[in-house]
């Protein structure tokens, strides 16, 4: 398996590139703001051809060219149907002061072709059998994605694109419109938590990092792990 990830110009967002190896269809997870060339020089170097484009949810700095990176290529678009509506308002997911920073000024469209995604599906695209798991907090539409790490650079079964739910060290903040902490602990408890020790995590934003690592030594899994209603105060990340 092929993975390749580049941190976008606006705010670091990771986006990558999946793909069952060069030469091959892929999917795009999370192509944010400043990333089309970035991405053109990693499709040129492997040779590959998307296939879908598959967001963790629905933050600008996670979806801002999904419309161009789509409508190029006639390709869907996948996003839990709670974050639908942020595909055509990215605004309604912004603090104050970021729409007044970016309300109005940023030509943004919906992608022509949206799929949902189902808490538990498995999605077969590019070549790929990828698992949907549906971990709200961050956003109400918040998703992980799952596949098998056979052929990866990972000694690893498996690897989680993590969006925003769970950073190296940290968590999706839960303070814009649509986030709760509550909901978050919820996610981290029952969707994370299970996931097994060496399953590598791709997050939205930061270094990649392990279940196991972050089980060991990120408060908020820690919290979760010793108390069910324990709300930590360590930093949280992400839009």
Known sequence: ???????????????????????????????????LDQLAEVLAEHRLQPAAVLLTHGHLDHTFSVTPVCGARGITAYVHPADRELLADPSKALSMDLNQMFGGR??????????????????????LE???????????????????????????DQVCLSGDVLFAGSIGRTDLPGGSMATMMTSLRNKVLPLADDTVVLPGHGPATTIGRERATNPYLRAVAERDDARPAGPTRGW
């Open 106 to 127: 940023l030509p943004y469209a919906e992608p022509e072709d949206v799929a949902e995604l189902t808490d538990g599906a498995t999605l077969a695209l590019a070549g």
């Open 130 to 156: 990828i698992t949907v798991d549906h971990a709200p907090g961050h956003t109400g539409g918040s998703v992980l994605f799952r596949l098998p790490a056979a052929g990866s650079p990972w000694d690893a």
């Open 1 to 35: 398996m092929l993975v390749a990830g580049f941190p976008a110009d606006f705010l670091g967002t990771n986006c990558y590139v999946v793909a069952p190896g060069p030469g091959e269809q892929c999917v795009v997870v999370d192509p944010g703001l400043g990333v």
